[in-house]
């Protein structure tokens, strides 16, 4: 009963630094995003997948990039890390965008020095 | 910038009372859904609304969604601590869900 799985929990990074944030959902979900969520700015999105090989930029995708290799999985990655990009990122999954629900993983507290 | 806006941002009650959140969208929704966070944890799916003046109830909680459909609520009867948490509309409007900025609810007892 796994659903929405996300590593690392927590991580520091050094501004300028690289990494990926990993995303695997058990639920054979079309639809996966990935949000971050900062003190009194609820959740923004920041890109989401319709499906396998396909991504789009949602609310918030300065800075950040992302893969959907497979269906289960969906990459988030930081490039060149900078301090405005301290938040905790939670990704989700769906069966369809429009009227389903997502399903939420633990997040990831990520902090950039 | 944000489509939604959701009121009060914090609201503490004593247990027992009743609590209101409100969410305000500047654009018609296609539908609306409410999620709940418990504190150090991830949004949890509520409930969705669909339609013009829907009402819906759980237990204790009602939620509504505006006839304009660009409004909706959600109101606690007599709070327990267990209803200690965030609580989060997220609007459609196209192909994304926007997210309001929440309430966190304090409950005392």
């Known amino acids: 009963n796994a659903g929405v799985t996300q590593t690392p929990k927590f991580r520091v990074l050094k501004t300028g630094q690289s990494m990926t944030l990993l995303c695997a959902q058990d639920m054979n979900h079309e639809y996966m995003y990935w949000y971050r969520q900062d003190p009194g700015m609820g959740l923004r999105l920041i890109h989401y997948s319709v499906g396998e090989g396909t991504t789009a930029k949602g609310e918030v995708p300065d800075g950040y990039n992302v893969s959907r290799l497979k269906k289960q999985n969906f990459l988030l990655g930081l490039e060149s890390a900078a301090p405005s990009q301290t938040s905790v990122y939670f990704c989700a999954s769906s069966w369809w965008q429009g009227n389903q629900p997502q399903h939420f993983g633990d997040g990831t507290r990520l902090s950039i020095l | 910038g944000q489509q939604v806006m959701q009121i009060p941002q914090y609201q503490h009650v004593q247990e027992g009372e009743d609590f209101t959140t409100y969410c305000n969208s500047s654009?018609?929704?296609?539908?609306i859904q409410w999620y709940k966070q418990r504190p150090g944890g991830h949004p949890v799916f509520l409930i969705q609304l669909v339609k013009s003046g829907e009402v819906k109830k759980q237990k204790r909680l009602t939620f509504q969604f505006g006839e304009a459909k660009k409004n909706s609520s959600l109101h606690i009867t007599a709070t327990q601590t267990t209803d200690v948490g965030t609580y989060f509309c997220a609007g459609r409007t196209g192909n994304q869900f926007y997210f309001g900025t929440g309430t966190s609810l304090t409950v005392i007892p």
């Open positions: 654009t018609t929704l296609s539908n």
